[in-house]
């Protein structure tokens, strides 16, 4: 029974995905998001962005005081980076932005919109208990390596005592979102390193095939 459960269970691939999108989305994916570096565009000042639990930190190397239009750009910033992640929660960000001549990149929020919805759904074979709590913490470390944007990616899953039985199917619940965050990291890279972002933590919550979130009907 469990090789047939292994047989039945064939997720898109990340590569798929993408794909799929790039036909589908042409004008939506076209509504792009600048990098961080537009606030650069009030003032062209070194400064260190850190996000956490809701709370948006600004400094600057010498300690004065952050331009206005700055802390709005990059509040603004951080909200359409949060819209997308929905049903997940951006926790943790934090982007040191140094000014450059270079143009800013940008990035259309879908694809980080359409790999978090990819992530969210538990697979329809597995026979756990009802009322499971499982998360997926996403962790992602960027850096510029000579102009070339490397991500080093990690997943990590918590979940209730009670489904410690349950080992195959959470070695591959891991292997579904390790595949999609790690693409997701690799594609983006470019985008987040534009930004300055060195850190980006975001927390996944794994839901019931019949969650609402899917179109089903609320228990």
């Given amino acids: 029974m469990k090789d047939m459960e292994m047989i039945d269970y064939q997720p898109m691939s990340p590569e798929h995905l993408f794909a799929k999108l790039n036909e589908a989305l042409h004008g939506i994916k076209e509504q792009k998001m600048p990098s961080l570096r537009i606030a650069h565009d009030i003032e062209r000042r070194e400064f260190e962005l850190n996000y956490s639990g809701g ?6 190397p010498d300690g004065s005081p952050v ?19 929905s049903p997940a929660s951006l926790e943790k960000l934090h982007a040191r932005l140094v000014p450059s001549d270079k143009p800013w990149l940008s990035m259309s929020p879908i694809y980080l919109l359409m790999t978090v919805k990819a992530m969210v759904g538990r697979p329809t074979h597995f026979d756990w208990p009802e009322d499971q709590s499982t998360i997926a913490w996403l962790k992602v470390a960027f850096e510029d390596l000579d102009g070339e944007a490397a991500a080093y990616p990690e997943i990590t899953l918590d979940y209730e005592e009670r489904l410690r039985d349950h080992r195959a199917d959470l070695e591959l619940l891991l292997d ?9 990291c690799g594609f983006a890279a470019p985008w987040f390193v534009d930004s300055g972002v060195t850190h980006l933590e975001i927390v996944v919550p794994i839901m019931e095939p019949d969650h609402p979130y899917f179109g089903g009907q609320a228990s």
Avoid: Q
């Avoid at 206005?68 to 909200?79: C, E, L, T, Y």
């Avoid at 579904?176 to 997701?184: D, I, M």
């Fill in 55 to 60: 709370t948006l930190d600004l400094t600057t």
């Fill in 67 to 85: 331009h206005p239009g700055i802390r709005h750009i990059a509040s603004f910033w951080v909200k359409m980076l949060r819209l997308p992640c």
């Fill in 176 to 184: 579904k979102t390790s595949r999609y965050w790690s693409h997701f």
